[in-house]
């Protein structure tokens, strides 16, 4: 039986995705890893409209890490070429979900062509109304930081911005995700248990959920789990609320 949402749930406005075992799904079957990140890209599209029709306001997905370009280039180059053509493609799919696209990464080090579908996309979708969706490219937790921290101090010398007036909301208005709220959920697939240089800085306060399903596998009724498990944490941030 199809599993549902309890409409007593209360629904995390943003979830995270480290969508891992991609490898791990192709290797199940045979396959070349790159079928894996294939089927992986479709889990994306499907993930991204029930996600909005739950009631989530923002996604924002790990699609390719700072540290991936230390794949073998091969996988690099597939990857790359995946991720070009799902930018050409989402524009239509980001017009039919009314969703809207940013990246969040450097991404300066990608190829010229990339960077201009990218800029198409986010500015195609830029009035979409629907979820929010950001894709990580070429982005690394500590490189967003040390940029955001470089931008920052270039600021302050000018005199832009005063020292006294640095807090911790000012600081997030320098990184990638200004403007958008910390994730409430991080969801990490495969059974890793770990965070890989993701949001290090907006995960401060999130509920983590590691199941052990592979990317291209996960379904709609994973994600009502991930829901679910979500519902049954209690987020106290740092405080308490009962003695
Ligand atoms: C990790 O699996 C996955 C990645 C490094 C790439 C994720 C990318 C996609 C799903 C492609 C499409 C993305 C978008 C936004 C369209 P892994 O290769 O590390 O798997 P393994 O641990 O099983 O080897």
């Given at each position: 039986m199809a599993k549902k949402l309890d409409p007593s749930w209360k629904i995390p406005e943003h979830v995270a995705i480290i969508m891992d075992g991609n490898g791990r799904w192709a290797k199940k079957r045979g396959l070349p890893r790159n079928m894996g990140h294939r089927q992986g890209g479709k889990t994306v599209e499907t993930i991204c409209e029930e996600a909005y029709r739950m009631g989530i306001k923002y996604m924002t997905l790990y699609?390719?890490?700072?540290?991936?370009?230390?794949?073998p280039e091969d996988e690099v180059s597939a990857l790359m070429n995946l991720l070009r053509s799902y930018m050409k493609d989402c524009v239509k799919q980001a017009e039919k979900n009314k969703m809207r696209v940013k990246v969040i990464g450097d991404?300066?080090?990608?190829?010229a062509d990339l960077q201009e579908s990218i800029r198409v996309l986010e500015k195609e979708s830029e009035?979409?109304?629907?979820l929010r969706f950001q894709i990580a490219l070429n982005y690394g937790g500590r490189d967003e930081l040390l940029r955001a921290v470089k931008s920052l101090c270039g600021d302050v010398k000018e005199g832009k911005?005063?020292?006294?007036?640095?807090?911790p909301e000012l600081f997030s208005?320098?990184?990638?995700?200004?403007?958008i709220p910390d994730p409430d959920l991080l969801i990490r697939t495969s059974g890793e248990q770990r965070?890989?240089?993701?949001l290090l800085w907006q995960l401060a306060y999130t509920e983590f959920y590691f199941p052990d399903v592979l990317w291209p596998d996960f379904s709609k009724d994973d994600l009502i789990d991930a829901i679910a498990y979500y519902n049954i944490r209690e987020r106290r941030y740092g405080g308490v609320t009962h003695v």
């Open positions: 699609a390719f890490s700072t540290e991936n370009w230390s794949r991404i300066s080090r990608l190829d009035k979409n109304t629907g911005v005063l020292e006294a007036e640095i807090s208005s320098y990184l990638d995700t200004a403007g965070i890989s240089n993701f």
